[in-house]
């Protein structure tokens, strides 16, 4: 046994030492030492690395201190210095190549922006340069315009996917990445504003600047960034991923077709009934978790269904009218008195017709100005499902005058 350890414990050595030397490198170009020069330093010293320590070494650079924007400014460079070096051959894994699944989504998304860049754009580029005048320009604003999809595709790594690697602890690369996001979005609004007015060579200049931090991007994606997120993320994550994509769009290609994975997050009712869990679009909570949030507003809450059967009401500190658990089960038109009765079906009828979405009522009682609210509740197909009642008493809230914005003893 204390073999083993002694061994565990000097690989650990190893892995250490050669973080450091791999941070001293990137620090050399940090203090101006020529790239050449430490790229052939790194050759012989390293050959390959992992996409592991590259994740390691741009988080250890923050921890030590160095600004996210400076890890920023070094990122193309060290990412040149490892290019070709990455030890893991990534090569098509099942996920890469599973339509609908996010990276298989990313992966064609930059295969498409490769291929203009390969073809489409240089050809127009060619002819500006043949012949500088508004058509040309046009060509190339309207192709600025395709570029700046790439939007969609930043918006969902930075929202949807780097929440996961944080999770994961993994900061670094994600603030990092999102700098330079930010970078290629600078530069492509920037051409757009002056693609028709600035010279020749200052334009071809800042799209030659704008296409390689687009394609050091796509290189950082590939190599580093999806088989990070591979090697942590789980199926269900992707899922989730997957699931709210659409909120964001895709750039370059149709949109995929939907990825159902082997093992889906939705468990069936049973699961979640004994696992005390709730599944909601925007999240996961626990029945316990649910309850107590309702009870900590600070508003009564009652909800009849679409049979006008009292099924719920919250149970907060200040009630502002009694409730008593056997009213769970009744009909809304037994709890009322019967003169009342006729204005309770009113609402309900109003309700389930769609002539009316919400009614208001407000009266003084007790020294509180109690304002009741009635609110159809309907699905994704508008199909009536209940009514929520929403009391409170707003007298406080009335009162309130000029502005609150400091936090006070």
């Given at each position: 046994?204390?073999e083993?350890?002694?061994?565990?414990?000097?690989l650990?050595?190893?892995?250490?030492n050669r973080?450091?030397?791999?941070k001293?490198?990137i620090?050399?170009?940090?203090?101006?030492?020529?790239?050449?020069?430490?790229?052939?330093?790194?050759?012989?010293?390293?050959?390959q690395?992992?996409?592991h320590e590259i994740?390691?070494?741009?988080?250890?650079?923050?921890?030590?201190?160095?600004e996210v924007?400076?890890?920023?400014r070094?990122?193309?460079?060290?990412s040149?210095?490892?290019?070709?070096?990455i030890?893991?051959?990534?090569?098509?894994?099942?996920?890469?190549a599973?339509i609908?699944?996010?990276?298989?989504?990313m992966?064609r998304e930059?295969?498409?922006?490769?291929?203009?860049?390969?073809?489409?754009f240089?050809?127009?580029?060619?002819?500006l340069?043949?012949?500088?005048?508004?058509k040309?320009?046009?060509?190339?604003?309207?192709?600025?315009i395709?570029?700046?999809?790439?939007?969609k595709?930043?918006?969902r790594?930075e929202?949807?996917?780097?929440?996961?690697l944080?999770?994961?602890?993994?900061?670094?690369?994600?603030?990092?990445m999102?700098?330079k996001?930010?970078e290629?979005?600078?530069?492509i609004?920037?051409?757009?504003?002056?693609?028709?007015?600035?010279p020749?060579?200052?334009?071809?200049?800042?799209?030659?600047?704008?296409?390689d931090?687009?394609q050091?991007?796509?290189?950082?994606?590939?190599?580093?960034l999806?088989?990070?997120a591979e090697?942590n993320?789980?199926?269900?994550?992707?899922?989730?991923?997957?699931?709210?994509?659409?909120?964001?769009?895709?750039?370059?290609?149709?949109?995929?077709?939907?990825?159902?994975?082997e093992?889906?997050i939705?468990?069936?009712?049973?699961?979640?009934?004994?696992?005390g869990?709730i599944?909601f679009e925007t999240?996961?909570?626990?029945?316990?978790?649910?309850?107590?949030?309702?009870n900590?507003?600070?508003?009564?809450i009652?909800?009849?269904?679409?049979?006008?059967v009292?099924r719920?009401?919250?149970?907060?500190?200040?009630?502002?009218?009694?409730?008593t658990?056997s009213?769970i089960?009744?009909?809304?038109?037994?709890?009322?008195?019967?003169?009342?009765?006729?204005?309770?079906e009113k609402?309900?009828d109003d309700?389930?017709?769609g002539k009316?979405?919400h009614?208001?009522?407000?009266?003084?009682m007790?020294g509180?100005?109690?304002?009741?609210r009635?609110?159809?509740?309907?699905?994704?197909?508008?199909?009536y499902?209940?009514?929520?009642?929403?009391?409170?008493?707003?007298?406080?809230?009335?009162?309130?005058e000029?502005?609150?914005?400091?936090?006070?003893?």
């Amino acid at each position: 046994m204390s073999e083993f350890i002694n061994n565990r414990e000097h690989l650990n050595t190893l892995k250490q030492n050669r973080q450091e030397k791999l941070k001293e490198l990137i620090l050399k170009l940090h203090d101006g030492e020529a790239f050449e020069a430490v790229k052939d330093q790194f050759e012989k010293e390293f050959g390959q690395v992992s996409v592991h320590e590259i994740t390691q070494l741009e988080q250890a650079l923050i921890e030590d201190g160095m600004e996210v924007a400076e890890v920023q400014r070094l990122c193309d460079v060290h990412s040149a210095v490892f290019r070709g070096s990455i030890e893991e051959i990534h090569g098509i894994t099942p996920i890469r190549a599973t339509i609908g699944h996010p990276i298989n989504t990313m992966l064609r998304e930059n295969q498409a922006l490769k291929n203009f860049f390969s073809v489409k754009f240089p050809f127009h580029l060619d002819l500006l340069k043949e012949n500088d005048n508004s058509k040309t320009r046009d060509k190339i604003k309207n192709d600025l315009i395709y570029i700046n999809e790439i939007d969609k595709h930043y918006l969902r790594k930075e929202n949807l996917l780097f929440p996961y690697l944080e999770k994961y602890g993994i900061y670094g690369p994600a603030k990092v990445m999102w700098g330079k996001d930010d970078e290629v979005r600078y530069y492509i609004r920037e051409l757009l504003a002056d693609v028709a007015t600035i010279p020749l060579s200052e334009l071809l200049k800042k799209i030659e600047i704008m296409v390689d931090s687009i394609q050091e991007m796509i290189f950082k994606e590939e190599e580093i960034l999806l088989p990070m997120a591979e090697e942590n993320l789980t199926q269900d994550e992707w899922y989730k991923i997957q699931a709210e994509s659409d909120e964001f769009g895709y750039c370059f290609i149709d949109k995929p077709e939907v990825w159902i994975p082997e093992k889906v997050i939705a468990v069936d009712k049973k699961t979640t009934v004994e696992a005390g869990l709730i599944n909601f679009e925007t999240g996961i909570i626990t029945v316990k978790q649910l309850e107590a949030m309702l009870n900590t507003l600070p508003v009564d809450i009652t909800f009849i269904d679409q049979d006008d059967v009292v099924r719920y009401f919250s149970h907060g500190k200040e009630r502002i009218f009694p409730r008593t658990k056997s009213v769970i089960g009744r009909t809304v038109q037994n709890c009322h008195p019967p003169k009342s009765v006729h204005i309770v079906e009113k609402i309900l009828d109003d309700f389930k017709s769609g002539k009316k979405d919400h009614e208001d009522f407000w009266i003084q009682m007790r020294g509180m100005f109690v304002y009741i609210r009635y609110f159809a509740v309907r699905d994704e197909n508008n199909n009536y499902l209940g009514t929520l009642e929403f009391t409170q008493n707003i007298k406080h809230i009335r009162e309130l005058e000029a502005e609150k914005r400091l936090l006070e003893d």
